[in-house]
């Protein structure tokens, strides 16, 4: 079934595939691994209130007509976060359906050049009289706006004793807040499994810095997936990858290399969990072109 998947996939050009796993097991022998940390953290109200710096921006309700705003202000920050992603037309259209019910709430803050941020979010009961709110995002271009939305959500503290937040709103509040007043209620580990290596690895993006050749063997266990040996180069930001007959300085599994390179674990740590096999400089030399940070995702399903 799962490589059934991996051919539908592949036929419709995807090159990444992700998922929350049911069973680590079972998506681990069919080439995927854990990628990155999605959680749910609680913020006091109070503390998204306090938050100094900046003057308080005009925030307002946006309208249906506003989702394309809304689009291109996530995806000028998403292309820069580590962890966002490319989100597809069905999601687009399943959150501008959003902007027209009652029960989800987004809000933004507008200046001449367009949409600078927007936080959406939805009510749920609670304890008590209170009820949460539930941070679904947090987008913003600067810092100024930001800590409007932040203090905007902060407003509703009479009634709302903590809001739900995901792990990339946690990246964004600490650097706002005084105090380290997050707290983590439950964590998710998420898997992630090449699909297309040529096109995974090319249009993964580097720091212009970065600069390295390797070679590499891969095997996968699905029939049509990435197995025999590749040749990867690494300047300018970009990387060519091809299929080579040359010696390979790696041997690595699919998963462990889906791992490697969206930043979950270090080539040294693959290596001493006989993931990876090479000489010690080879093993340092690949760590340094796939070096980055885990990454966070943002949306679930």
Do not use: K
């Amino acid at each position: 079934l799962l490589f059934a998947g991996l051919d539908w996939m592949r036929e419709h050009d995807i090159a990444v595939s992700t998922l929350h796993p049911a069973s680590t097991r079972v998506y681990r022998s069919a080439g995927w691994e854990l990628a990155g940390m999605q959680g749910v953290y609680h913020l006091p109200t109070r503390t998204a209130a306090a938050i100094r710096g900046g003057a308080d921006l005009a925030v307002e309700r946006l309208e249906p007509e506003d989702h394309l705003a809304v689009r291109a202000c996530y995806d000028s920050v998403a292309r820069h976060t580590h962890g966002f992603v490319d989100r597809s037309e069905s999601f687009w259209l399943l959150r501008e359906l959003n902007l027209r019910e009652d029960s989800v709430f987004t809000y933004g803050v507008h200046d001449a050049d367009g949409l600078r941020g927007y936080v959406r979010y939805h009510q749920e009961s609670s304890a008590g009289w209170w009820y949460r709110l539930v941070v679904d995002e947090c987008i913003a271009t600067d810092r100024e706006t930001a800590a409007s939305l932040w203090r905007f959500l902060g407003g509703h503290s009479m009634q709302v004793q903590q809001l739900e937040l995901s792990a990339p709103s946690v990246e964004q509040i600490l650097m706002l807040t005084d105090e380290q007043d997050v707290t983590a209620v439950a964590e998710n580990r998420w898997m992630a499994r090449i699909v297309d290596l040529a096109g995974a690895i090319s249009g993964r993006g580097y720091p212009r810095e970065i600069r390295g050749t390797t070679t590499i063997r891969v095997s996968d266990p699905w029939p049509g997936g990435p197995n025999g040996t590749w040749g990867i180069e690494i300047a300018d930001g970009d990387a060519v990858v091809e299929p080579t007959t040359n010696d390979a300085d790696i041997a690595i599994d699919v998963g462990a290399l889906s791992a490697l390179a969206i930043g979950r674990f270090t080539a040294d740590a693959l290596a001493r969990a006989g993931r990876l096999q090479g000489s010690p400089d080879s093993i340092a030399r690949l760590g340094g072109m796939f070096a980055a940070t885990m990454p966070q995702i943002a949306d679930d399903f």
